[in-house]
């Protein structure tokens, strides 16, 4: 069993930046893919940025070249920066941790952290 808190979000005028950080307790962290998720009023869940054990990194095209993820092994942390926001990110975001291969609701989930820009 993997326990995720996510902490980070605020409000935030657009072009704004913020940083989020999901720690991990339980399970061997640096084996695990970790994603962050988002979910906006009415849409579904969507992935936004992942990091594999190796560091290899994806990202949803709407946050290409704005948004960075990251892993500190030794810490049991993921992060994701957030630059240049816009009023569309506003959303909540979910830290996700999952063995290679297999679906993010075949992991674990964080509780969420709102992230809302508006000026």
């Known amino acids: 069993q993997v326990q995720l808190v996510e902490s ?3 409000l935030v005028q657009p072009g704004g930046s913020l940083r989020l950080s999901c720690v991990a ?3 061997i962290f640096s084996v695990y893919t970790m994603g ?3 979910q906006a009023p009415g849409k ?3 992935l936004v940025a992942s990091i594999r054990s190796s560091g290899w990194t994806t990202f949803a095209d709407s946050v290409k070249g704005r948004f960075t993820i990251s892993r500190d092994n030794a810490k ?3 992060y994701l920066q957030m630059n240049s926001l816009k009023a569309e990110d506003t959303a909540v975001y979910y830290c ?3 063995r290679a291969g297999l679906a993010p609701d075949s992991g ?3 509780q969420g952290t709102q ?3 508006s000026s």
């Open 25 to 27: 307790a339980g399970g």
């Open 108 to 110: 674990f989930w964080g």
């Open 115 to 117: 992230v809302t820009v």
């Open 36 to 38: 962050w998720y988002r």
């Open 44 to 46: 579904q869940r969507e």
């Open 96 to 98: 996700n941790a999952r």
């Open 76 to 78: 049991n942390t993921v």
């Open 8 to 10: 980070g979000g605020d």
